[in-house]
């Protein structure tokens, strides 16, 4: 097992008299698991595996390693069960405690929110390393908010440009989060206010709907919901990809069985597409999942686009389910003009369907034209969407050779590594 230079803290300590069941809320139960579990689940999606430390009442502690051991030993993650302090900063105190001199950021999450996504932590991680300091998620405020007095008067309307919802997972440098632990003489909501105390400076970035905290039992059941939304997507998928694409069905079977079977290693694919430039004038642009309006644009039963034509081979080929050409054919006259977008869905499909996840893609558009470098982030923004993964976007010429140097067409060379989902298990506790 790997030493990871990140930690998530997972706080699951509280009682949560509100949600009114009689166990502690994170081990009520949601979906096949607990609030716990589903958490956990996120955590374990994360891009690069993180130590994990759950912060759990005492009297759980030893329950919770044995549900969780095997879980975090198939995803390759550190773990370590500790007991909750009589407040959030001293549950957080104690799991910091606890971390190898290895680990480097720190992203402390609550339980209670169970649906955060895994890009969510990915996104933080990031933003922390890149920053060099505190990162939380947060959302806009919508409602007008007002400021009112102890009888319930309204005093002022206050600006709500100026404010942020809060949400975790909240990252921060080690030693940053280490020093402001060690300073604090009061107790705050939440480790971005402790960090602040201390002088530290703190971001924000864009958080998540979905990452919401389950209070009441109307948050529960909101989280019910959309968990059995989820479900019954994955099934309807699974069965329209059976009835309108039979033989790709039969190999996500059989890769499914493989993977169940013992596979768990990463696999990577790589994918190559070329187009020409059309003789119609009129035709759009379209690459990288992105249109180029005054461009010319390029020959195919498709919308031509050569960099989401090759990522989705790089998934085909990682997953060991063929290739676009053998799937996707050009005799379907439901693809014809179809954009990149209708292409990743699909192939996002069938390697989740064959129970991998995808780590990362690269791509590397090949061409004269169109200059990707103004665009190059939105064009990694709307392909990470559709994929639920990083995409890295870059572009180069070949020196006036060949097709593409001639100027007659654009050629994309795409790498996408697949982690096998069931790295992460069916979690219980």
Not at 87 to 101: M, W
């Amino acid at each position: 097992m790997s030493a990871s230079t990140v930690a998530v803290i997972v706080v699951a300590a509280g009682s949560g008299q509100r949600l009114g069941h009689p166990e502690p809320k994170a081990f009520v139960p949601l979906g096949d698991g607990t609030i716990l579990s589903t958490a956990v689940h996120a955590v374990l999606g994360m891009h690069e595996v993180p130590h994990l430390v759950l912060v759990v009442p005492a009297e759980r502690v030893a329950d919770t390693a044995a549900a969780f051991r095997a879980v975090a030993e198939r995803a390759g993650a550190p773990l370590d069960v500790v007991a909750g302090g009589s407040t959030r900063q001293e549950s957080v105190a104690g799991g910091l405690a606890v971390l190898p001199h290895v680990v480097e950021t720190v992203l402390v999450h609550d339980a209670a929110r169970p649906l955060t996504p895994a890009a969510l932590f990915d996104e933080v991680v990031h933003a922390v390393q890149a920053r060099g300091h505190g990162v939380v998620p947060a959302l806009p405020v919508v409602d007008t908010v007002k400021r009112v007095d102890a009888g319930g008067r309204v005093v002022e309307t206050v600006d709500r440009s100026t404010l942020a919802a809060v949400q975790t997972p909240q990252g921060f440098p080690r030693d940053e989060l280490e020093r402001a632990y060690g300073e604090a003489s009061e107790e705050f909501t939440d480790d971005a206010a402790l960090a602040a105390a201390a002088g530290l400076p703190v971001d924000t970035v864009p958080g998540d709907a979905r990452a919401f905290k389950v209070t009441v039992p109307a948050d529960l059941d909101r989280a019910e919901r959309l968990l059995a939304d989820r479900r019954g997507r994955e099934a309807s998928a699974a069965a329209s990809l059976a009835q309108a694409e039979p033989e790709a069905a039969a190999g996500v079977a059989a890769v499914a069985g493989a993977v169940d079977g013992g596979a768990s290693v990463p696999r990577i694919g790589t994918g190559v597409d070329v187009h020409a430039f059309s003789d119609d004038p009129s035709t759009p642009l379209w690459i990288a999942g992105l249109e180029w309006p005054g461009e010319r644009g390029l020959a195919g039963h498709s919308d031509g686009d050569a960099a989401s034509h090759a990522i989705v081979d790089a998934l085909l080929a990682a997953a060991g389910l063929g290739d676009i050409g053998g799937i996707f054919g050009t005799d379907d006259p439901a693809l014809a003009g179809a954009h990149g977008a209708v292409f990743l869905a699909r192939a996002r499909a069938l390697v989740e369907a064959a129970g991998f996840r995808i780590g990362n893609v690269t791509v590397q558009v090949i061409g004269n034209r169109p200059r990707l470098s103004p665009r190059r982030a939105e064009a990694e923004r709307v392909l990470g969407e559709a994929l639920g993964a990083p995409v890295s976007v870059s572009g180069t010429t070949t020196d006036a050779l060949g097709l593409t140097g001639r100027g007659e067409g654009v050629a994309a060379l795409a790498t996408a590594l697949l982690v096998p989902a069931g790295a992460a298990g069916r979690l219980v506790g």
